[in-house]
């Protein structure tokens, strides 16, 4: 077996230098690094180690008043700017509720964290406090805006702060061998799926059947599931914006779902990526990356519930769109949220078949 050698803090401070203005993940992406290794080696320089103590953390957060949140996964990257508000603690999950910034959170993968200030080009610093998993991919970082409460962020600074010779990164897990779930449990999965009272019972839907929920979606049948054209994301943001519908867009990885609820209205296409560029909310996709996009259909004790689920080539979720729910009457919105879907472009049936790769 060959090893992989990985370069040292030297080498990597090299690349740097040599790439003043690429960010740090492509970088490290570039070095065969994960990010978290990258901002290691300026331990000392820009980057402190802190520790990931939520429970500490996010209290001390909400005194500090307005930061920008930002949680990416591969191929979405989601920005609130607000307040974190209304934090709970949970063993398994954690919660931050508030007006602009609301967060499910998943502790266990939180695993490394860093203080981090960055040299702007106009001579001044942007800071930001940065979470990792085990692997050291980014879970979720706070950046500094101009009404950030200054004096409250360096005691959270100061709270964490940590002096250790360094974190051991884990590897990277290996990719998931296809799986195809058996006839049977594709029987379960219908019957189970016809039955939902409530779309907070899909994930336990497939913990039951043990079907991932990219195989779920393409199993269903088009009853529940219809696959639909490539160009179909680029159509619905720019029909949200007409429109001036209200949505719910949630981007998650295994730490962290981040939720936007509200309408969006400046949409930017920027070679491979799509964006929303709004006051408060920013959402970056890169759509050369969507493998498949699905119009989906949950019933519920209250009628039918319409998602749109995008999915990369390895079957991970891009993001997850809802017509925004939130509120007393909103059958109005409702309507027209599945309304706006249900016109959205399928697939051709060629493309529908094609199984996943």
Excluded: C
């Excluded at 088009?222 to 680029?234: G, I, K, M, T, V």
């Amino acid at each position: 077996m060959t090893s992989i050698i990985l370069p040292d803090a030297a080498a990597i401070k090299e690349a740097r230098r040599n790439n003043p203005k690429l960010r740090e993940r492509d970088l490290a992406s570039q070095l065969g690094i994960s990010e978290a290794r990258f901002l290691d080696a300026f331990v000392g320089d820009h980057v402190e180690r802190i520790v990931p103590d939520l429970d500490s953390f996010f209290p001390m957060l909400n005194e500090a008043g307005v930061v920008m949140a930002l949680s990416r996964n591969a191929h979405a990257v989601h920005e609130k700017t607000g307040i974190y508000e209304r934090y709970s603690s949970g063993t398994h999950a954690s919660i931050v509720l508030g007006k602009d910034i609301d967060l499910r959170i998943f502790p266990k993968h939180w695993r490394h964290a860093y203080h981090v200030t960055k040299a702007m080009d106009d001579g001044s610093s942007l800071q930001s406090f940065q979470f990792f998993d085990a692997r050291g991919d980014a879970v979720h970082k706070v950046f500094t805006r101009d009404a950030t409460d200054m004096a409250k962020w360096n005691q959270i600074r100061d709270r964490l702060q940590k002096g250790d010779t360094g974190p051991a990164f884990k590897a990277a897990s290996p990719v998931r061998a296809a799986e195809h779930p058996s006839d049977e449990a594709v029987a379960v999965l219908r019957e189970t799926w016809s039955t939902m009272e409530d779309t907070h019972q899909f994930q336990s839907m497939l913990r039951k059947t043990k079907i991932l929920r990219h195989d779920a979606i393409r199993l269903i049948g088009e009853d529940y599931a219809r696959r639909l054209s490539a160009d179909a994301a680029e159509i619905l943001f720019e029909q949200l914006a007409a429109q001036d519908v209200s949505i719910m867009a949630f981007v998650r990885n295994p730490g962290i779902l981040q939720i936007h609820s509200g309408p969006i209205r400046t949409i930017k296409q920027m070679g491979p990526w799509l964006n929303v560029l709004d006051s408060g909310f920013h959402l970056h996709l890169r759509k050369d990356h969507f493998a498949a996009i699905w119009l989906v259909r949950k019933p519920t004790s209250n009628g039918d519930f319409y998602s749109i689920e995008i999915f990369d080539e390895h079957d991970e979720q891009v993001i997850l769109i809802n017509g925004d729910r939130r509120g007393g009457d909103v059958s109005e919105a409702v309507a027209q949220w599945d309304g706006l879907v249900q016109a959205l472009p399928r697939a051709q049936a060629s493309t529908e078949m094609e199984p996943a790769q």
